[in-house]
């Protein structure tokens, strides 16, 4: 397997988004993953299920694209015949992944400190909303509890008064790719020391990280900002424009991009002297915007993406789903697709970002059903014969 981390062997304990996400990912680039399930299957199994225009042969969008190039082993940790067996996996594993409540691994037996017994170089990475210590963190939490708690919100859409959580839920997203750069941060680190560690990620520590320079800047100026659409608190013009047939976006951050933008929308109203640097524009921002709009939706939005890129200034068109997984860029980085249902049918999802020079492979098996490899991973790393495994599924302690 020409992937980056062949080799390596992840143990996926996660459900819902942010969790499996981080497993996607570890998958997508080429670990070993086995999805520890419960006899019954992880819930998430179940979301979309049934519905008729968002699943394929009885799994759900949800499962189908956060469960690629994974296998399904279940397995009942709460027996202890299941801890064993389950502990007997850990002793060849590199990783073990949760997104359990804090609390949980400890409880079950299964947090860092029970799992480096057994294995001294396992990695064990938690992803929770708060984290595993301070005042608050047995909290539970969701995407818009992490969205809300972090700031985010309060900046997102046109009215202070109506606070908007972002379109995607990059409350769960951001713990899952924090996860991922944490368990390889760990895996380098074991390289020289030798010794596994526990990855600590809270939701909310992500979101606050994604604050960025707008958090330097609130304790710069001691001011909340916010929420101001899709403009920009120091370009103009940088914002959303309605066309014929659309919206376009259009992002003036020098003096010469204004200058390129006149020779384009031919507005004498705007060819003013105290409109050729950012101060001048800055004051009269509300008019250029206004006159903007009046002049770009005469005009469809193909028209002025042509013009707009030929003068080198920055835009882009407001694309629908349909528009953009269909975009000939997004084609070309393999960024969209097929997605195959453990009965072989197809439907398509998207691609990995993560582009390599040489470690390049590329594929994406379909998402196991429940238990599918229960009896390949338990034979071939916990060492249980065929006889075993049958009185233990007698028993439901693997399904």
Not at 27 to 49: C, F
Not at 68 to 78: F, Q
């Amino acid at each position: 397997m020409n992937k980056p981390l062949a080799g390596i062997k992840v143990i996926d304990l996660t459900h819902m988004l942010s969790g499996p996400y981080c497993g996607m990912i570890l998958a997508d680039l080429g670990a070993e993953t086995i999805k520890v399930e419960p006899l019954s299957g992880e819930g998430t199994r179940k979301l979309l299920a049934t519905d008729p225009e968002n699943s394929l042969d009885g799994m759900g969008a949800y499962f189908i694209t956060l469960n690629r190039n994974k296998k399904s082993v279940c397995i009942d940790l709460k027996t202890p015949e299941g801890l064993d067996i389950f502990y007997d996996l850990v002793k060849s594993a590199d990783v073990v992944v949760n997104n359990f409540g804090a609390g949980v691994p400890s409880r079950l037996k299964i947090d860092y400190e029970h799992l480096k017994a057994v294995n001294p170089r396992i990695i064990t990475c938690s992803i929770t909303g708060f984290g595993n210590n301070g005042p608050n963190f047995k909290r539970p939490a969701f995407d818009q509890v992490a969205q809300a708690t972090g700031g985010g919100m309060s900046i997102t859409g046109t009215d202070p008064q109506n606070p908007v959580r972002a379109g995607i839920p990059i409350g769960d997203l951001g713990g899952g790719m924090f996860a991922v750069m944490g368990i390889q941060a760990a895996l380098l680190e074991r390289e020289k020391s030798g010794e596994g560690q526990d990855v600590d990620i809270s939701m909310l520590d992500c979101q606050i990280s994604l604050l960025n320079y707008m958090a330097t800047m609130y304790f710069l100026s001691g001011k909340d900002p916010f929420p101001i659409g899709n403009s920009h608190f120091v370009h103009v013009p940088y914002d959303t424009f309605k066309t014929a047939d659309g919206f376009i976006v259009i992002a003036v951050i020098t003096d010469n991009f204004w200058q390129n933008l006149k020779e384009v929308v031919h507005a004498p109203e705007l060819d003013l002297p105290e409109f050729d640097t950012q101060p001048g524009r800055w004051a009269k921002k509300d008019f250029i915007i206004d006159t903007l709009n009046n002049i770009l939706q005469a005009q469809p939005s193909d028209y002025w993406i042509e013009k707009l890129e030929a003068a080198r200034i920055p835009c882009a068109p407001v694309n629908k789903f349909s528009q953009a997984l269909s975009d000939e860029q997004v084609l070309h980085r393999n960024m969209v697709v097929d997605l195959s249902s453990a009965d072989g049918n197809i439907t398509k999802g998207p691609g990995n970002p993560i582009k390599f020079s040489r470690s390049d492979e590329e594929s994406f098996s379909a998402a196991p059903r429940v238990g599918e490899h229960t009896d390949e991973v338990l034979q071939e790393l916990a060492g249980l014969s065929p006889e075993a495994l049958a009185a233990l599924r007698e028993k439901r302690v693997v399904g």
